[in-house]
C-alpha cells in the first residue's frame, strides 16, 4: 500500500502543466531523435542537457527521460521503412520489420511496435515501481565473467539467426568480431591491426557499418531490379492487427519484456543484447521458425517489447545503487548530479517525490507515445507507396547523413559506401547480415570482460566455472553452439522415421 500511496503522490507531480509538458516534448523530441541514424537517446540527450540547467529537477529529469524511450520507438520508423537501423537495438527490428514492409505489412509491423513498446513499458515501470531495490541486487551478481559470457551467447548464438546456413551465420559472427579488433587495444592503448594507419586507431564504429551493410546494400540489390512492390495497406483500419496475429503476438510481447527488463537491469548489457536475445528465444519458441528472417510479425513485437522494457530495467541499478545500466542512463545520472542530486541508495528516501514522479511520468509517456503512433502508422507506411527509383536517393541520403554524423568526418561516410558493398556481396552470397553487425557491437565488451576476468583469476580459466551465474552461462553458451547439431540430428531422424514403411 506503500508504493500505492508513493505513486499516487508521483502522479499528481506528474498531471500539472509543467510535468505534463515536459513529458510530451520529451517523447516527441525523443522519437525524432531515434528516426534520424546517426544521434541516438545518450546524444540527443547530451545535446539536450544545458536546456535542463534552468528548469526544476522533477520536469527535467521526466523530459530526458521521455526522450530516452521515445527514441527507442523512433528507431523503429526508419528499421521497418528502409532497413537503417538508427541504433544498435534496432537492428533485429530491421531484419523482419523491412520483409513486412515489403510484402505491404509496414502497418501493421509498425502497430505492433507501438502496441508492444507500450505494453512493455508499462509492465517495466509496474515491475520497477514495486521491485527496483530488490531486482538490483541481481545485476550486483553479475561482474567480468558474466559480462564476457552474456556477450559471447549473443555471438554464438547467431547460427539461431535468419534461415540459411548456421555455419555461415557462425563466419560472419566471427568477420565481425575480426572487424571489432582494428584499432586501438582497449587496455594496453597501443594500435593493433591498423596497418600504421592513424584514420584505423578508432576501429570501426557501429553505425557506418551498419548503414552500409543494411541500409546501402539493400538499395544497391534493388536498384539493379525492377522493384514489384506489394501495395501498401493505408487506410487506418487496415493497421489493426487481426485476431490470429494478435494471439501470435501477445506471447512474444510478454517474453520479451521479461527479458527486456531483466538483460536491462544489468548494467552495461543494454537494449542491443536484450532484443537479440528476445529474438533467438521467440524463434526457439515459434511453431513456425523458418518464417523469421523473411517477415515474423512476432519476431517485431518481440524485439521492440525487449527494446522498450529494458530502458525501464536499466532504471533500477541507477536509482537503486547510483550505477547506471546504459548509455541514457548516464546522462540521466549526469542530469541528476547536475542539479545536485546523487542517486544511490539513500535516492528513495531523500529524494522520493522525484524517484516516483519519474517512475509516473513514464506511463504518461507510453500512452503518448501509443497514442500518437497508432494514427501515424498509415502516413509512415505511405512512404512506400513513392516508386522506388525517387524513394533510393532519399535513402542513400539520410544513410550517409547518418555515417556522417559518427564522428563527424567524411571517413565514416566512405566506410559506410564500403561496407554497403560488402553487404551487397554478402547478399549476393547468400550471407547472413546481422550476426555480423552484432559481433561488431558485442565483440568489445566480450574481450574486455574476457581480459579482465582472467586478470581477476591470474590467468585461470576456471573463474567461469567457479560462480553459479557464470557456470550457467556456460552451459548456455555450450547449448547454443551445439544446438544447430542436435537440430539437425533430430531432423534426420524424424525424416528416417517417415521414410520407413
Not at 515536459?22 to 531523435?33: D, E, R
Not at 551465420?169 to 584499432?183: K, W
Request: aromatic share 8%; proline share 6%.
Amino acid at each position: 500500500m506503500e508504493v500505492l500511496h508513493l505513486l499516487a503522490q508521483g502522479f499528481a507531480a506528474t498531471l500539472t502543466l509543467e510535468g505534463f509538458t515536459a513529458i510530451a516534448i520529451g517523447v516527441v523530441i525523443g522519437q525524432v531523435i531515434g528516426a534520424l541514424p546517426g544521434i541516438g537517446p545518450a546524444a540527443g540527450m547530451a545535446l539536450l542537457l544545458p536546456v535542463t540547467f534552468g528548469m526544476d529537477p522533477i520536469p527535467a529529469v521526466m523530459m530526458l527521460m521521455g526522450i530516452l524511450y521515445g527514441s527507442m520507438y523512433g528507431g523503429t520508423l526508419t528499421s521497418v521503412l528502409i532497413n537503417v537501423p538508427g541504433e544498435s537495438s534496432s537492428i533485429m527490428t530491421a531484419v523482419d520489420g523491412y520483409q513486412l514492409a515489403r510484402q505491404g505489412k509496414a502497418g501493421k509491423a509498425l502497430s505492433i511496435a507501438a502496441i508492444g513498446s507500450f505494453i512493455a513499458g508499462i509492465a517495466g515501470t509496474i515491475a520497477l515501481a514495486f521491485a527496483a531495490a530488490a531486482l538490483s541486487a541481481i545485476a550486483l551478481r553479475f561482474n567480468a565473467p558474466e559480462f564476457f559470457l552474456l556477450a559471447l551467447l549473443g555471438i554464438s548464438a547467431t547460427a539461431s539467426l535468419g534461415t540459411g546456413s548456421p555455419i555461415k551465420a557462425l563466419i560472419m559472427g566471427v568477420f565481425g568480431i575480426a572487424l571489432a579488433l582494428v584499432g586501438t587495444d582497449p587496455l594496453l592503448g597501443s594500435a593493433r591491426l591498423t596497418f600504421g594507419r592513424t584514420s584505423l586507431l578508432e576501429g570501426f564504429d557501429f553505425l557506418p557499418v551498419a548503414i552500409g551493410v543494411f541500409g546501402i546494400a539493400e538499395v544497391l540489390v534493388s536498384i539493379e531490379r525492377t522493384v514489384h512492390a506489394t501495395p501498401t495497406a493505408t487506410r487506418l483500419r487496415d493497421m489493426w492487427i487481426t485476431g490470429r496475429e494478435w494471439a501470435e503476438c501477445r506471447m512474444a510481447i510478454l517474453r520479451g519484456s521479461l527479458i527486456g527488463f531483466f538483460v536491462g537491469m544489468t548494467p552495461g548489457a543494454g537494449a542491443t543484447i536484450s532484443s537479440f536475445l528476445a529474438y533467438v528465444a521467440e524463434r526457439r519458441f515459434s511453431k513456425e521458425p523458418e518464417r523469421f528472417g523473411k517477415g515474423a510479425l512476432d519476431a517485431v513485437a518481440a524485439t521492440e517489447s525487449a527494446n522498450n522494457s529494458s530502458v525501464t530495467g536499466a532504471l533500477a541499478p541507477m536509482l537503486a545503487l547510483g550505477i547506471p545500466g546504459s548509455s541514457g542512463t548516464a546522462v540521466l545520472l549526469a542530469a541528476l548530479t547536475l542539479q545536485g542530486i546523487r542517486p544511490g541508495p539513500m535516492l528513495m528516501q531523500q529524494e522520493p517525490l522525484l524517484v516516483w514522479s519519474l517512475i509516473a511520468s513514464m506511463f504518461i509517456g507510453n500512452l503518448i507515445l501509443l497514442v500518437l503512433n497508432l494514427p501515424l502508422a498509415p502516413l509512415f507506411a505511405a512512404l512506400l507507396r513513392v516508386p522506388y527509383a525517387y524513394l533510393a536517393p532519399g535513402i542513400l541520403a539520410i544513410s550517409m547523413v547518418g555515417a556522417y554524423s559518427a564522428t563527424m568526418g567524411f571517413y565514416s561516410a566512405i566506410l559506410a559506401l564500403v561496407f554497403g558493398v560488402i553487404g551487397y556481396v554478402m547478399i549476393k552470397a547468400d550471407l547472413p547480415r546481422a550476426p555480423l553487425v552484432l559481433a561488431v557491437v558485442l565483440a568489445p565488451l566480450m574481450e574486455t570482460s574476457l581480459r579482465q576476468s582472467l586478470m581477476l583469476s591470474l590467468g585461470d580459466p576456471m573463474i567461469f566455472l567457479q560462480r553459479p551465474v557464470s557456470a550457467g552461462l556456460v552451459v548456455v553458451v555450450v547449448f547454443a553452439l551445439l544446438w544447430p547439431i542436435i537440430a539437425a540430428f533430430l531432423r534426420r531422424r524424424r525424416s528416417l522415421k517417415e521414410a520407413m514403411p
